[in-house]
């Protein structure tokens, strides 16, 4: 009887891509915490060997040969078919690792050597191995030689057409085990993330056979292996961050002509409306609405892309000048309430007195609209709660909704880029908005913050420091 049902697998595309990406002589671990990380490892592992006309042998402990046999087959693998074909292969730890009766990694070793060398003569590409190692957390005599194992493996495996995936299960094995299990696996997969692995030693090092002065080596060329990886990144964000400047100026040309255009034929319509006009006009009149608000919708887009290149480049001025945050945050209210009937508008916002400060007035607006569209996306429709407020030297702009609220675990994230609470495919944009509001916010010395609890709502404060109004500062 099944103990588990094989879930479906996470769509991690990078993931099924590398598997099918592997190479003969690849020592992998996976350390994984569900049964979703597991099979979502295992499963691309063992199809791309059966596509690459490899042997596959899977070795059981934790779970059952049927139990990954139903795996297998609820994911599409004609099990019997690769079976008999001796293209697949399922064994017990009894019958690879004590098959002797205790486990020798030398033993072992051999008997890797003399199964890669049969699937040669059966004409198969290679061969290739997943081991759930919960195995050795048992009593048999030699499980205590599973590091000495795993080590030696880092020479049996380089040159030869064979590789392995070993399973580790987090919930199961010790920190000690783990950290061994990385000092042994030149690549890892941590859930569903794969890793060069810095932390990596040479058997010679596992095994403590490696003098002081080639292990000094080894950690100065792990250094540098990992500085060199920072400096392509750094280049791959430069270069994106390019592209998107370059890109968002190149639309920004055709958006401004089309923008003219739209803004032009609805000058026309409205004069023609003055005088008798003709039956096509009015239905002319509601799809150019529909147009234009697609075309600021797209612009803000466009604009929001040119803000996240500026940002990264550290080129975020701001102009200071005088203003009323209060008028500000009015004229905001307005224009976010343009899109609502006066039934259904949800702003109620606070009447105070006038509070100036100096500041960077379109900025500003721009930080206001984001807090009061973020409130509107996820406000479920509900009434929201504006006020201005200063306290000491500091302004207080707080937007209060009832909607949806956010998990604790999501409110470090949400003021990062491209990043969103929900799935993407709920709301539209691109979820930049709360980015940029943090760091106008930062510009001008301030900050944006967030309280929330699930499923009754989120308060949003932007909080700025008044600044004297120098004259020079002005200019």
């Known amino acids: 009887m099944l103990q588990h049902s094989p879930p479906s697998l996470p769509k991690n595309t990078h993931l099924h891509e590398h598997m099918r ?30 596509e690459h006309n490899e042997v596959c042998a899977y070795i059981t402990d934790d779970r059952s040969i049927q139990e990954v046999r139903h795996a297998l087959l609820t994911h599409g693998v004609d099990v019997d078919g690769h079976v008999r074909r001796k293209a697949l292969t399922f064994m017990t730890k009894r019958e690879a690792y004590l098959s002797g009766g205790s486990f020798s990694p030398p033993g072992m070793i051999s008997f890797l050597g003399d199964t890669v060398r049969q699937a040669a003569e059966n004409g198969f590409s290679g061969f290739r191995v997943t081991g759930e190692m919960t195995w050795a957390l048992g009593r048999e005599c030699g499980c205590e030689d599973l590091v000495e194992y795993e080590a030696l493996l880092n020479d049996f495996f380089p040159g030869s057409r064979s590789l392995a995936l070993c399973q580790y299960n987090r919930q199961r094995f010790g920190a000690e ?27 010679a090092m596992v095994l403590g056979r490696e003098s002081a002065e080639r292990r000094v080596d080894w950690m100065m060329n792990q250094l540098m292996r990992f500085r060199a990886s920072e400096g392509k990144l750094e280049r791959a964000v430069q270069g994106r961050d390019d592209f998107l400047g370059v890109a968002s100026h190149e639309l920004n040309t055709p958006l401004t002509s089309l923008k003219l255009q739209i803004q032009g034929l ?14 096509e006009d009015s239905k002319l009149t509601r799809p150019l609405e529909r147009i234009d608000r697609q075309v600021r919708r797209l612009s803000q887009l466009v604009s929001d892309l040119l803000d996240v290149s500026r940002i990264n480049a550290r080129q975020l001025a701001l102009r200071y000048e005088p203003v009323d945050l209060q008028e500000l945050m009015e004229e905001a209210v307005e224009r976010a309430s343009e899109a609502f009937t006066p039934v259904s508008m949800p702003f109620s916002l606070q009447p105070g007195a006038p509070l100036i400060g100096l500041w960077d007035r379109c900025r500003l607006e721009q930080a206001v609209t984001n807090l009061l569209n973020n409130a509107l996306k996820y406000g479920k429709g509900r009434s929201v709660r504006v006020r201005v407020f200063a306290q000491e030297n500091q302004a207080f702009l707080e937007v209060e ?34 980015f940029i509001t943090r760091e106008i916010a930062r510009a001008h010395g301030g900050t944006v913050e967030v309280r929330s609890t699930f499923g009754e709502g989120s308060t949003f404060t932007l909080k700025l420091p008044f600044m004297h109004m120098n004259p020079l500062t002005l200019r």
Do not use: K
């Not at 671990?29 to 490892?41: G, R």
């Not at 950290?179 to 690549?187: G, K, Q, S």
């Not at 000058?267 to 008798?276: D, G, I, K």
């Open 21 to 50: 990406g592997m190479t003969h002589g690849d020592h992998y671990c996976l350390v994984y915490e569900t049964p979703e990380q597991q099979w979502a490892a295992i499963i691309p592992f063992v199809t791309a060997g059966l």
């Open 401 to 434: 909704d009832q909607g949806i609220g956010l998990h604790p675990e999501d409110l470090p994230r949400i003021f990062e880029r491209f990043e969103r609470a929900i799935n993407p495919n709920e709301v539209s944009g691109l979820g930049l908005g709360l």
């Open 266 to 279: 609805q000058r026309l319509l409205a004069q023609r409306a003055t005088s008798p006009g003709t039956p």
């Open 177 to 203: 085990m783990i950290r061994d299990v990385l000092r042994t696996h030149p690549i890892a997969i941590l859930g569903d993330q794969l890793c060069s692995n810095l932390f990596y030693e040479t058997p």
